[in-house]
Each structure stands twice: as structure tokens, then as C-alpha cells.
């Protein structure tokens, strides 16, 4: 039986990881790997005390941070979360369960899908939600990004320096980035805007072949990349019965605290003003030692019953 | 005019300046020293992506991320901060007028003050705030320490490793510091309680001689370290008509708004459920983006009417 349990291992959970240890509780950090979406961010200037850092190169030091502090980790998927009584029970893709009196929920919010047909069995096979992680992986190739913000913009302008071809597929009337970077978009003679136009869905066998648009059009296509927003992860906690804003992020309180007792969330999955690394570390930060207040009163409450 | 003025170079007037500067506002950031409280500590091992710092040395990378960023600094103290109709006026100690549309307060905490005779005269002669910083200067010296919780508890111990005698002067019956540190303070041979009882006069020309205390005994000290806890640094901010809580720290929103338009409060000076580092840079970071926000409304307002 542990005192808490992290679910997730980006900035917010490294935090929490952090200062669960230091708080001495009973712990374990459950996550696939550690650093979440700074992963996925080419150089990072905004984070203090790192002028210039590269994603990779965060992560990095918040894995050897966990390290020094013996924090122990499962790598591994969250796969549920359960309450039975005052008691949480998590299950882990590679079949293991643990216990606890606490949990913080720090599981980030990942790329929005398209929800459209193939796009599940395509994904990692032409089907990409990160054009910093896999845009150099199609050189000289025909490539889509769907969305028309400043990420899809982004991607776009990044794709086009590695792919013979780019096609921003948007559902709208005009790219909505900020203005220079919209303009290099139309100004880019790479970039080809399809206007006013969704993805219907995805054709492909062992990798994406054709993406076929509502307007019936068939677009041959070595790779598609979604950026139509963010999402909250929260998948693997839904039984929980957490409070969830309209977008469904988990709401808290300032101390982190979800409607569920003993039930903490940091970072991206929450309903937050800002989300950046620093701001999702401080949210870890704070769950912990909530956590810790929480899991003392537990243990307080049960040696007055015994 | 400058859209923000930062008050404040501790980790939440940093993150503030590096987050308005990639705002591309027009700023500048006031403050005596960079690094605030973490000068005074010893060192940090919970600021993530660090395992293990000294407080100075963490000064310096923030310092240095500043200075990279090109973040103009006015190195002075924070006189005093007046609004007069929508725009705020700052005045320095070094004789320097500036007027911004937006200010982010973030000038932090400092150690309560006895309130004594004599205290601001002796102040840095003899009578110290920081035992991390001063203690080694009391080498086989007779010192005191004001104060019975953790952090006058933590003193004590320091200084009984330099000092000869370590005087523990408080107002209670018993100290109350976590377990372990109170009994280390009681079986200490070099260190002597002095219970139920307060400082009432300090007394010395060009140093501290001796404490007088409220029983009438005098007591011979080379040093005094004040440990009675901490308060919000709100002295150049009194006439702005901030609300504060009952301790006197400034109350915000989570968008770190306080209840003047344009004023933005970040870090240990408002009223938070943790003052750490990690936290007061999500703090700043979080009023940078609040400031810039509100600077684009008031330009808009202003364009609308010219």
C-alpha cells in the first residue's frame, strides 16, 4: 500500500516526484517515460535557469533529478484508475496493480485525433501527432497537416523543409496563425492550402496511402499530420467520476484537490490559466504536498480507529 | 512608458522577465540583486531539472537567462508605486522615475522583524536575518537566535557548529520544530534555551553588545539571528490599496490579478498554498502573460479613442 501514486511522468509529474520523495512518503511514479510533451518541443527558452534547452535535453535532467532522489518508477501505461472505500487501485499496461491512499494525477493532455476511419491503424505508419519528433522522416515526400493555428502552421513551415510537397488541409476560410506566420504559409511556394475542407478518412494498408476529403477529393499522401489541438488524457481515470470542465480537463482548487478525496491533479489535464513546463511543475509541486497533508490525516484517522 | 515594470528579481520577477520579454513587451525589471530568498540558501535540491544547487549558484543561471534574453534590469531598490489614473509610477531608491501601463509585483518576503530598540541600528552589525549567510562570521563566538519553529531551530543547529554559545531565545515553553530537530537542539552541550521569554532592547555603538530581555536579565551576544518567521516585503506597494489577507500578503486570482486593474502579483509576497521556488516562477510566468494580455486590451482601448 503506498501513500501516493503519480500517474504521469512529464513536468508535473517529476515535480510531484520530487516532493513526494522529499516528504518521505511511500511512492511510485507510473509513466511510459519521462518528460511528457517537452519530448516533443524542439528548444525550450522559457523554462528559468535553462537559456536554451532542448526538449531531449530537459527531460533528460528531470529523469537523472528522480534518479539522484531514488525515486522509484514503473515504466509503464496507465491503463485505470479505481476508488474501492478510501483506497485507489491502478493498473498498469504491463499487467501490474498497485495501491494507495493518494493519487496525483499528472497525465497531460496529448494531440486531438481526427476521429476518422484508419486513423487509429495508421498512426506511427504515415500518422503523426508531432512534426518536431517525425517531420526529417519525409524527405522529398507528399505530405498533409491538418488545422490552420499557429501549430498547424508550424508544422507546416517545418515539414517544408524537409518534404517535396506540403497540403494544409483546413476547415475553414483562412489559415488563423499569428500574422507572419500566416503569410509564410501562402507566401511558401511548397505549401498548397486547402481551404474550407475536412479529412473523411484515412486509406492505407501496413502504411497511409491516400487521405479522402469530404469534398470526396483522394490525396496520395506519405504522411498526415494532426494538429487540430490539444486534448486532456484523462482515459485511464474516467471511472473516477471527476469534475471535468466543458473541454474536459480536470478542475481543482488552488491546492489541487479534484472533487474525488485524495484524488490530486497537476499540470496540462487540469483547467489551468497556463500551461507551459514551469507552470506544470509548480502544479506538481503543490499536489504533493497536498497529497502528503492528505495521506497524514488518513494514517491519523486509521491509528485512532485501531 | 513601458508596458510592464517587473518589482522584484527573485524567481518570480525572473520568470516574469523572461516570460514579457518573449511577449516582446516593452519592460523593465527593478530589483537590487537577482535570486531573492535563494540567496539565503544553503542549497536547493527540489527545483526540477537541477538535482542538486547552491542558492547562488541558482542565482546565477537565472541571471544569466536574463542577461541572454537581453531583459533590462535597473539594479535598485523599489522606493515606492503609485497609479495615477490608468498609469502606474515606480519610484527607485537610486533616484529614477518609471511609468508603465501594467506592474507585476513580485518583491517577494523577508524575515520578520523584532520591532526592538536598536534593531535597525545593529542590523548587519551584529543582528542578522540569514544564519546561512552570516553564520560562519560568529567563529567561537556567543550568539542568539530569536525564535522556537524550524527555521530558528535549523539556525541554532548551524551555528553551534561556529560559535562557542548559542542562546535560544523564546517565547514559549517548549520549542516546536519537527521532532528530530528539537531533540538535537535540547541534547546540544553548546546550545542553552532560554524559554517563555522575548528580546525586549538591543544594545551596542558600532556592534552589537547586548540583548535585553523582557525578565531584565542582559545578555552578552556578539550575534542575533532573527527567526520569527517571515513577512510579505509590501512596504513600496502600501499606497496602491492592494487587499491583503490577514497576514498581509496580497491576495490574487489564479491569474495572478489583484484588485487594481493592471497590478499583477507573483511569488511569496501574495497568498499562495506553497512559497517555493518552482512555484513563485509559475507565479511570474503566469502575471506575464496576464500583463500582456491586459496591455493589449488597454492599447486597443487607446487606439479606439484616438
Known sequence: MHDVIILGGGPAGVAAGIYAKRYNMNMVLITESIGGLINETHE???????????????????????????????????????????????????GKTFESISIIIALGSR???????????????????CATCDAAFFKDKVVGVVGGNDSAAEAAMLLSKHASKVYVIYRREKIRAKPSLTEQIYSNPKIEVIHNTNVARLIGESKLEKAVLNNGTELS?????????????????????????????????????????????????????????VTAAADGAIAATSAFIHVQVMKRKQQAKE
Chains 1, 2 share one sequence.
Not at 61 to 90: A, T
Request: without cysteine; proline residues 5%.
Open 44 to 94: 525550450i527558452d522559457n523554462y528559468p535557469g535553462f537559456p536554451m534547452i532542448s526538449g531531449a535535453e530537459l527531460a533528460m535532467k528531470f529523469e537523472e533529478h528522480l534518479r539522484k532522489l531514488e525515486v522509484p518508477i514503473e515504466y509503464s501505461e496507465v491503463e485505470s484508475v479505481e476508488k474501492q472505500g478510501e483506497k485507489f487501485i491502478v493498473k498498469t499496461a504491463n
Open 111 to 129: 494531440k486531438k485525433r481526427l476521429g476518422v476511419e484508419g486513423e487509429k491503424k495508421l498512426k506511427g505508419r504515415g500518422v503523426s501527432y
Open 221 to 277: 499522401l506519405d504522411g498526415l499530420f494532426v494538429e487540430i489541438g490539444q486534448e486532456p488524457s484523462t482515459q485511464a481515470v474516467e471511472k473516477l467520476g471527476l469534475e471535468l470542465d466543458p473541454a474536459g480537463y480536470i478542475k481543482t482548487d488552488e491546492r489541487m484537490r479534484t472533487n474525488i478525496e485524495g484524488a490530486f491533479a497537476a499540470g496540462d489535464i487540469r483547467t489551468t490559466p497556463l500551461r507551459q513546463v
